[in-house]
């Protein structure tokens, strides 16, 4: 039987994943900007670090884990998002003193669901947390390097931003009750999940997909009008926030998101391009969660950007392989000079490769299939010159360059040619 990589998970390479690297990189830079810092956790985490954060009655927990004993008898799980375990490594490292606490991440999840384009069983998130501060401006700040990094990625056209808020414990647990006496009126109607999450956690029935279902949920109480006081005005400063930074946005009063942490602030932003699978990067607050997890009491706010999604809504032009030069040795004498120069250019950061094997000919032929710019000759005349031609395969030119000179010249040449492309991706 032919090997080949498991349902829902894929070979990423070529030009997509030099898009992954795009994203990730642009996701770092700006990540720093604003002053997170990174933070790496193990793929797999103890059972509990999620069981207990993400709540039982949501789907993922329910449907969605990669669970395995080890050879030990442990109970393990890939981990599916990264809040959870971030919160963990903080409690188990005794970072809570200092407050604020802001990480970034990167990594692979893992959830088992129906493989389809923009959803996959092992994806990518870039995300960040922010534990300490209980202010509406954090929200605000976290979803403004989101929109930020939408921007950088020339894709805000594609995206917008929705936002809710569950407001705290209090209104939440009215919400709650409101929600069951709705749907306790159609208990044998809905479908077999959202019958047990009425008694476990019936906000979970409002992101059923289940055809049963759905025909409850156009008339189903609002959740605005369960908003205490104090939790209508906390969202009503998150969103002059966002109008002071001129961070469009639409309130879209069914969201609710799929996971138990959340309270006040949840916002997802949204694409209509990539079908049913719109959500490019979601988060909230969760205010209890730290708690939950046997920590302090620290308020926090974050979110998930999945990465396969943003590089599908990436435009052709960002996605594109770096230019290298090829260095090709002309005669057996001029191998090692050539092989030197290539270890040159590569100390003075210049893109360059050699092919190593099949005659000179050949060997310019594959450079040009390759996307390389140009080529570098040594042969027995440059030897004997101590000199490099330089074949530009854009004009056809080819130039002596004396051998000291090569680096210096090649860099020009390169800064030069950065300045045209970035020319015309600006247009
Ligand atoms: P989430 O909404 O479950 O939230 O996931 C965040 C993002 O990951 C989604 O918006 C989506 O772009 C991407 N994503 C989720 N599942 C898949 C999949 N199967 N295939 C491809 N992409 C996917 C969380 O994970 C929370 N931890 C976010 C958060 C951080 N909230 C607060 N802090």
């Given at each position: ?96 003193r200092e407050v604020p606490l802001k990480f970034y991440y990167l990594g692979s999840m893992f959830r088992y669901e129906r493989p389809q384009k923009g959803r996959y069983r092992e994806f990518f998130q870039l995300g960040v947390e922010c534990l300490g501060p209980n202010d509406p401006k954090v929200d605000c700040e976290v979803m403004a390097l989101g929109h930020h990094l939408f921007k950088k990625l020339k894709i805000e056209d594609k995206i917008q931003l929705e936002i809710n808020s569950l407001g705290d414990e209090e209104s939440r647990k009215s919400y709650k009750k409101k929600l069951f006496s709705y749907f306790s009126k159609f208990k ?240």
């Amino acid at each position: 039987m032919k090997l080949q990589a498991p349902r829902g998970t894929r070979d990423i390479f070529g030009k997509d994943a030099l898009s992954y690297q795009m994203v990730e990189r642009a996701f770092m830079d700006l990540a720093l900007v604003y002053g997170f810092q990174p933070i790496r956790t193990p793929t797999f985490e103890p059972t509990g670090t999620f069981k207990r954060s993400l709540g039982d009655s949501t789907d993922i927990v329910n449907k969605e884990m990669y669970t395995f004993l080890d050879r030990s008898e442990t109970s393990l799980t890939l981990r599916p998002e990264g809040t959870a375990p971030v919160v963990r490594a903080m409690i188990s490292n005794g970072l809570t003193r200092e407050v604020p606490l802001k990480f970034y991440y990167l990594g692979s999840m893992f959830r088992y669901e129906r493989p389809q384009k923009g959803r996959y069983r092992e994806f990518f998130q870039l995300g960040v947390e922010c534990l300490g501060p209980n202010d509406p401006k954090v929200d605000c700040e976290v979803m403004a390097l989101g929109h930020h990094l939408f921007k950088k990625l020339k894709i805000e056209d594609k995206i917008q931003l929705e936002i809710n808020s569950l407001g705290d414990e209090e209104s939440r647990k009215s919400y709650k009750k409101k929600l069951f006496s709705y749907f306790s009126k159609f208990k044998s109607e809905l479908s077999e999940d959202s019958q047990r999450r009425l008694t476990s956690n019936p906000l979970r029935i409002l992101d059923s997909k289940d055809e049963k279902d759905q025909k409850f949920l156009t008339e189903v109480p609002s959740l605005a009008d369960s908003l205490n006081d104090p939790s209508r005005k906390y969202f009503d400063k998150v969103l002059k926030s966002l109008d002071d930074l001129k961070i469009p946005y639409v309130i879209n009063a069914k969201l609710v998101r799929g996971l138990d942490y959340y309270n006040h602030t949840i916002w997802e932003f949204t694409t209509t391009a990539l079908g049913a699978q719109n959500a490019v990067l979601s988060g909230g607050r969760y205010d209890g969660l730290m708690k939950t997890m046997g920590g302090p009491s620290l308020p926090g706010v974050g979110f998930g950007g999945g990465i396969d999604r943003m590089v599908l809504l990436l435009e052709e032009g960002l996605s594109k392989t770096i230019p290298s030069v090829a260095v090709v040795a002309m005669a057996e004498e001029a191998q090692a000079e050539a092989f030197a120069l290539l270890n040159e250019l590569r100390y003075q950061d210049i893109p360059s490769v050699m092919f190593f094997s099949g005659q000179p000919g050949k060997q310019l032929k594959k450079a040009n299939k390759k996307e390389c710019w140009g080529a570098l000759l040594i042969g027995e005349d440059e030897l004997k010159n101590n000199s490099v031609s330089l074949k530009d395969f854009e004009s056809g030119q080819q130039l002596s360059i004396p051998r000291d000179q090569i680096a210096s010249d090649i860099k020009k040449r390169l800064t030069k040619f950065k300045e045209q492309t970035q020319k015309v991706e600006d247009c």
